[in-house]
């Protein structure tokens, strides 16, 4: 199969490739065209996943192609974004119709729960590696950024932590557990639900937020120096779920929770006063620390003792000692 045969039956062709809402010009030209409204911004983001890093290889190209792009969507959520678009920059070690139908199957049932259209990528052979670039729309100075958090405003997450740090040893076939557990751990890890709704929900109210990748403490350490602000974290007060306490234990779960990665929750910074409303529309919202004058992240146990453990998430590249 050819590249450019390959491109047309796999990508040109999928339902979230026609053109639509937003996209004036599509696969197949030099350039996409996208329409932004007057009074708008476009937000974009740029994700690579390499095979063996940032999934197993081999992996059901299926989950792969909806993890994918869920991952890379979720960059628009943590801005306050409504998803237009995205690219697919795709390396293949082979051609594979078998492979790339399900790839695109993934890539398409979540492109389209996502609301977002493929308009564009490059194909070329080497090592497994996805590329992902998503673009979005906001209101102009409306966008959730990391640097607005103030002393005073409430530390929230908008939902269950750790889920898919605990699915790993699953994924790695390094554990196995009942389906009661396995299942809800492995959904996470494999199909994130990007949270849009409540990212577009916080526009105007949120004083920061970002999207949890790399554990809670150290993608909070970003919003602590964006902002030059403090940050508590109160680690009794971390929403575990039941499957993963019933697998890791009370403990290990917290763990997770503040230092395993790919969770793709929002995590933000909220006045006080705006919580009771979006409690009351039905938002997902755990209070799980307070933003205070001073710098950098510190966990708190029950008894208001400072428990910040020393490592944090996972870096690429380390500081150098
Ligand atoms: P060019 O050589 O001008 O960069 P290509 O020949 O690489 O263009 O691609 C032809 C068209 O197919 C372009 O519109 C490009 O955006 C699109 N395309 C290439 N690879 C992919 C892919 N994996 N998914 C979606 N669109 C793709
Ligand atoms: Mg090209």
Redesign the pocket.
């Given at each position: 199969m050819g590249?450019?045969e390959?491109?047309r039956n796999?990508?040109?062709a999928a339902p979230c490739?026609q053109a639509g809402e937003g996209v004036a010009l599509?696969?197949?030209?030099?350039?996409?065209l996208l329409a932004v409204p007057a009074g708008e911004q476009l937000a974009i983001s740029t994700d690579t996943l390499v095979a063996g890093v940032h999934f197993a290889d081999p992996c059901d190209p299926f989950l792969l192609g909806q993890r994918s792009l869920a991952v890379a969507v979720s960059d628009l959520a943590a801005m306050g974004a409504t998803p237009l678009a995205f690219?697919?920059?795709?390396t293949l070690p082979m051609d594979s119709a078998d492979w790339l139908q399900a790839f695109a199957r993934g890539l398409n049932a979540m492109a389209q729960s996502c609301g977002v259209r493929?308009?564009?990528?490059?194909?070329t052979r080497g090592p497994l590696s996805l590329t992902m670039t998503v673009l979005g729309r906001v209101p102009t100075g409306l966008a959730l950024t990391r640097s607005g958090a103030q002393p005073g405003d409430l530390l929230c997450v908008g939902g269950e932590l750790g889920n898919a740090a605990g699915a790993l040893p699953l994924v790695l076939g390094q554990r196995t557990a009942e389906p009661a557990i396995a299942e809800p751990l492995l959904a996470h890890y494999w199909s994130p639900q990007p949270q849009l709704a409540l990212g577009q929900a916080l526009r105007g109210k949120a004083t920061s937020a970002l999207d949890i990748s790399d554990g809670l403490l150290a993608d909070c350490g970003h919003i602590a120096t964006a902002s030059a602000v403090g940050l508590l974290i109160e680690s009794e007060k971390l929403p575990l779920s039941k499957a993963l306490r019933a697998f890791l234990g009370q403990n290990a779960a917290r763990v997770a929770a503040l230092s395993g990665g790919d969770d793709y929750v929002l995590a933000f910074t909220l006045p006080p006063a705006e919580l009771p409303q979006l409690l009351a529309d039905g938002w997902p919202v755990h209070v799980v620390g307070r933003v205070v004058a001073g710098q950098g992240v510190t966990l708190l146990a029950a008894d208001g003792q400072d428990i910040t453990p020393a490592t944090r998430g996972y870096q690429h590249f380390r500081e150098t000692p």
């Open positions: 590249e450019f390959l491109i796999y990508f040109a490739a599509g696969i197949g030209d030099d350039c996409a690219t697919l920059a795709l493929l308009v564009g990528g490059d194909t």
